[in-house]
């Protein structure tokens, strides 16, 4: 049977196909600290001619219109050029987005109908380890094929930028372990793995336990190599064209994503909370602000952009979108793009998204190289990755503590796990390991439940770790992100009220006032 180091030997000989076959001169994104682009439809501007107008005003360099979508082409070529050509005219790049797979149900909002909900008769539809049938999110012939004569086809138009949507993937959602279940792809499967019938039933039933078994590693790696070959296939057919991919809410090897295989491309990360009931959640901000930090290990942030979206297009207000600017700045995501499905944005909300922008490109041109640290880890391993559900503990990111993102649990501070990961508990050469309480807990991991009130105990346990760093004093829902390299620390209140603050380092004391879902850089402290 091919092992995993097999699997990743032929990862590694296409990555050097694919890197040989890129144009010398492929377009990069520049080296200023922050830019703002806007996803957009042809539908939306025809709707709101306007709206180029006023997304310039506020501050977005680059539009971003709808290209291939799962065998159509909703939107002439011909047509896109012409809005191209407007967006160019007001000083403003424009690039593609292409749908290359399909969403599950409507996940576009198309307010005409002029999008088909699922791909074509002639692409097949896939099946689910229950054996339920279900359209996009799969790879079978023509899929591929279509695709790459798509990418020609936008090329030789004169489009040298182009993201794929976060349908391209090989699960349906988050937490999912993904992959086609049908009678090819499980012959095409125990064929290169050397499973027989029984072993299949075996995978079957470890991926519904979620067990990381070896043949669920297998499989999971197995759904990788598809979608990167998949992606380089379409790379390699316009070496002209800059291809990203764009990452659902902690996507990852479970979805079909091998997160190593993107690391040099343009790469959104994957946010979550698109409208007021979620991003209103104290849990909706942190786990937002948790799977931009996880993506964030993996791609230059020079490259990274964010999912900074409202879905549908009125169902996030001004405010909580404003606000969606933060997560950004923390985790030093350098691209912010908008979206909302096909509709636009309300018009409205540019006057508050205008000056939030321009606020959050001069903070982050303060913090932008800069890693923040602090004694609270945050953590999500192979585990998680593999075969986890994505509900990560991430209110510790709220208790007024400096984090920093790590690979592994380092010899210091609180690591912590999500029940994947503390179900096969990470080596740990000193970093105290927190998760909640669940039956058959690890002896070398602390429960803690993932409330306000436990985290803030956690933060009084700290000691002299907590000392000897900024933090703020008071037990409120706030993030503290400590850039020591930088000497400042940035606080983002995450409730609705005003809030008088304490930000204190050893005896020394400074007073924040941060109104709602307000962020504020304090400078000048010491490292």
């Known amino acids: 049977m091919p092992t995993r180091r097999d699997f990743l030997h032929t990862c590694g000989a296409l990555t050097a196909i694919a890197t040989a076959g890129r144009a010398a001169d492929e377009p990069r994104e520049t080296a200023t600290a922050r830019s703002f682009h806007l996803s957009v439809s042809p539908e939306a501007l025809e709707a709101a001619p306007e709206l180029l107008d006023a997304a310039r005003d506020a501050g977005v360099g680059r539009i971003w219109l709808c290209g291939f979508f799962y065998g159509e082409w909703p939107y002439p070529i011909e ?4 809005w191209g050509t407007r967006a160019e005219r007001r000083g403003m790049g424009w690039s593609v987005i ?12 198309s307010k005409v109908g002029r999008v088909p909900l699922t791909p ?18 799969s790879i079978h012939p023509p899929a591929v094929e279509e695709n790459v004569d798509a990418m020609r086809r936008l090329a030789g138009a004169g489009v040298r930028r182009v993201f794929l949507d976060d349908d391209f993937r090989l699960a349906r959602g988050p937490s999912v372990i993904g992959g086609c279940f049908c009678d090819d792809h499980r012959r095409a499967f125990q064929r290169a793995a050397g499973l027989d019938d029984a072993r299949w039933a075996g995978l079957l039933d470890a991926i519904r336990r979620r067990d ?5 590693r297998t499989w999971v790696d197995y759904q ?17 064209a800059d291809l990203g991919i764009m990452v659902m809410y902690l996507g990852s ?9 993107y690391a040099d491309v343009p790469f959104r990360v994957g946010e979550g909370s698109f409208g007021d009931g979620e991003f209103g959640t104290l849990r909706g901000k942190t786990n937002e602000l948790f799977s931009a930090l996880f993506h964030r290990r993996f791609v230059d942030p020079r490259r990274a952009f964010s999912e900074t979206t409202a879905f549908p297009a009125d169902g996030l207000s001004a405010a909580h979108m404003a606000a ?5 700045t923390i985790a030093d995501v350098r691209n912010t793009m908008m979206m909302s499905g096909l509709s636009g944005l309300p018009m409205g909300h540019w006057s508050t998204l205008g000056p939030a922008m321009k606020s959050q490109a001069a903070i982050h041109a303060r913090l932008a190289g800069h890693r923040p640290r602090g ?25 007024g503590v400096p984090f920093e993102v790590v690979d592994a649990p380092p010899g210091d501070g609180v690591t912590f796990l999500s029940a994947a990961d503390a179900a096969c508990p990470p080596t740990s050469p000193g970093s105290a390991l927190v998760a909640r309480p669940s039956p058959g807990l690890d002896a070398r991991i602390r429960p803690v439940a993932e409330t306000l009130d436990a985290v803030f105990a956690l933060k009084r346990g700290l000691g002299p770790a907590l000392e000897a760093v900024p933090h703020v004093e008071q037990d409120v829902p706030v993030v503290c992100a400590w850039y020591p390299t930088a000497r400042a620390a940035l606080l983002w209140n995450l409730s609705d009220e005003r809030r008088g603050l304490t930000i204190r380092h050893g005896d020394e004391r400074r007073e924040v006032s941060l109104g709602p879902l307000a962020s504020a850089l304090v400078e000048d402290l010491r490292a």
């Open 79 to 82: 047509s896109l050029r012409e």
């Open 98 to 109: 292409n749908i290359p797979l399909g969403h599950p149900g409507d996940s576009l909002g």
């Open 120 to 137: 074509p008769e002639r692409w097949r539809t896939a099946k689910d380890a229950e054996g339920r049938a279900f359209a996009g999110t």
């Open 212 to 216: 990381l078994a070896e043949d669920v």
């Open 224 to 240: 990788c190599d598809q979608l990167t070959g998949a992606f380089r296939s379409m790379r390699l057919a316009a070496p002209q």
């Open 253 to 261: 090897e479970k979805a079909g994503i091998r997160l190593a295989d």
């Open 324 to 328: 969606k600017l933060v997560v950004s």
């Open 375 to 399: 004694p609270f880890k945050h953590f999500w391993g192979v585990p998680s990755r593999y075969v986890g559900e994505d509900d990560p503990f991430s209110l510790f990111l709220a208790a």
